[in-house]
């Protein structure tokens, strides 16, 4: 399975944390959404589906192109979140699935994000939750997570954060492997991964892996209007 298939078949999963997003900052025909590591284009297209003008970033030519066969009506750019080559207050909705985290610089790419957002427009940004309700936890690298740090680390203002929790499914052992590399464990072999993630294994070799996000809606700050 290629690389970008396999990650199609995770973000393809993940409409549950899209939809809580969209109810809780609502989306109306017409907005203009930007989604920085756009990945396949799935929330893209979740969007133009519901008439929303959209643009996407990803830093994956790869992943841009699958993007483009999926929405191709979306202005879809390969870049760095850091360095989005937008105008200022260009979008209704700017977001972020698992991604402001791989930038280099983390509180740069949310402020970028901040500087492309129209005046009121939401910033959201999705991390992992609490590592004991996360069971891609077990292949996570580095010392403790707190998924609060994204609150800390945001330069606009927390409007809300919320949790949401769901389980990514996999018919067995290639396809779990496949998925996982896809999403990051490039270098786990495949004993590893399925060592990691053993407890989600079911009866008939499926996998049903359960994991917990982290989402946080900031809000760009309105322009003062002009006494008359």
Known sequence: MAWTEAWAVNEEQQLPTYEAALERVGLRRGDRVLDVGCGTGVFLRMCADRGA??????????????????VPEGDLWVGDLQALPFDDDA??????????????????????????????AAVVAQVFGRPER????????????????????????????????????????????????????????????????GPCRQPDGSYRVSNEWHIVVARVGRTSTPAG
């Open 134 to 197: 996360c069971d891609l936890d077990a292949l996570k690298r580095g010392g403790p997570w707190r998924p609060e740090i994204v609150e800390e680390l945001m330069p606009l203002p927390v409007e809300q954060s919320f949790d949401v929790t769901w389980a990514y499914e996999y018919a067995g052992d290639d396809a779990l492997v496949a998925a996982m590399r896809a999403a990051g464990a490039v270098n786990a072999s495949s004993s590893a991964i399925l060592d990691a993630l």
């Open 91 to 120: 979008f209704d909705l700017v977001t972020g699935f698992s991604s402001f985290f791989y930038a280099g610089a983390v509180v740069a790419a949310l402020t970028e994000a901040g500087r492309v957002a129209r005046p009121g």
């Open 53 to 70: 003008a959209v643009a996407g970033l990803d830093a994956s030519e790869t992943m841009i192109a699958r993007a483009r066969a999926r």
